[in-house]
């Protein structure tokens, strides 16, 4: 019975530590610079899109996290879509569509701002430093 016991909590951690498989990626922050008669808010891009939720689908729904390892109060736009707003030193989760092209943060204050770019189809990691 001990032994039945040892095996299946063996399988249950396997299991656990293979299904954690989505991969990092760091984001390193870029100073904004603003410019002279030029409006460079995100918040002004923000897609209109956002306002009517449409349910996702599961079979083509991933799961991002972003970690915010900066002192800054990040808004989150995917896709020019704005997804919400991570607390300093927070982190956020957020189910979205797979495949996916862009993902930008960018401090509230609007004085940093993290952008990666690629085809994101699987369970993603975001660390914004």
């Not at 299946?8 to 410019?35: D, L, P, R, Y």
Request: hydrophobic share 35%; aromatic share 12%; proline share 1%.
């Amino acid at each position: 019975m001990k032994n039945l016991f040892c095996l299946i909590i063996f399988f249950i951690s396997v299991t656990f530590a293979f299904s954690q498989n989505a991969k990092t990626i760091e984001i390193k922050g870029s100073t904004i610079t603003k410019t002279r008669h030029t409006n460079v808010s995100v918040r002004s891009q923000i897609n209109d899109n956002n306002l009517v939720a449409s349910p996702l689908q599961l079979s083509n729904a991933i799961t991002i996290t972003i970690g915010n390892f900066t002192g800054y109060y990040v808004d989150i736009f995917i896709d020019n879509n704005f997804k919400g707003t991570i607390d300093a030193w927070g982190q956020s989760t957020i189910t979205v569509t797979s495949h996916f092209k862009t993902i930008r943060c960018q401090s509230v204050g609007e004085t940093k701002e993290w952008l990666t770019t690629g085809d994101f189809s699987s369970n993603t990691t975001f660390k914004l430093e």
